[in-house]
């Protein structure tokens, strides 16, 4: 088991910084004191101005090539693709799948004993829909990777208010009045906002557990307060 390294010297490795649920944590990370720098990789510039913050703007297939010498121990991704549950297999996979798996490979080459990742409850090859079959492979995929830990959040639908919304987007956002209704093996299923998320994440990160451990309903409620402390 590899030896934590001391707060003030520990890194961070942030993709999708420029998303929802990514700019909540950006702004978490850079509130607290968990990371003496925080690299945040996005295609364009994160509107953020903090001394701990580097924004590295490159593709992210470029990430270990032009991040090298840089040692990072905490990787959290927040990548998804624009269509998300309305996409297809092909539009999802590139983004959802095949780019997140490249970062993951990438911070593992860069050092990092931890990948934090946004999967979705009920996720699985053999789901339903398109969205939670590739979220199920992307999920097989990292498993097969020698992170020593790998903390997968999977919500149920994450509101906010994007900038292209749909009507099924609209919809979404009264989701949160039936999260009282949603117990039990249903709990999973409860509407998150990104900001809970991104504490969420957070959250499983100071927890420091080894293995690979999936986070929903309450117990995705449990880390989001941990991290907010």
């Keep these: 088991m590899p030896v934590e390294a001391p707060i003030a010297q520990r890194m961070a490795l942030v993709a999708g910084g ?6 909540a944590l950006l702004q978490l990370l850079l509130k607290g004191s968990d990371y003496a720098r925080i690299h945040a990789v996005t295609r364009r510039p994160v509107p953020l101005d903090n001394p701990r913050l580097a924004n590295r703007i490159l593709p992210l297939e ?7 010498g840089t040692r990072v121990n905490d990787a959290f991704c927040c990548l998804g693709a624009p269509q998300a549950r309305r996409g297809t297999r092909a539009q999802l996979r590139p983004v959802d799948l095949e780019l997140t798996l490249a970062f993951a490979r990438a911070a593992l080459a860069l050092g990092a004993t931890r990948f934090v990742v946004v999967s979705a409850a009920g996720a699985g090859r053999d789901a339903a829909g398109d969205f939670l079959k590739v979220k199920g492979e992307l999920e097989a995929a990292l498993r097969e990777l020698r992170f020593p830990a790998i903390d997968i959040l999977a919500p149920g ?6 900038a292209q919304m749909q009507p099924a987007d609209w919809l979404a956002m009264l989701r949160p009045m ?14 998150v906002a990104p900001e809970t998320l991104a504490a969420a994440m957070l959250g499983a990160a100071r927890s420091q557990r080894g293995g690979v451990h999936v986070y929903s309903g309450t117990s995705l409620q449990e880390l989001a307060e941990s991290g907010l402390r």
Excluded: I
């Design 62 to 68: 470029q990430v270990q090539a032009k991040l090298t």
């Design 18 to 23: 420029t998303g929802l649920t990514g700019r």
């Design 157 to 162: 639908v994450v509101t906010g208010l994007r």
């Design 178 to 191: 039936l999260n009282p209704l949603l117990c039990g093996s249903l709990a999973g299923h409860r509407a």
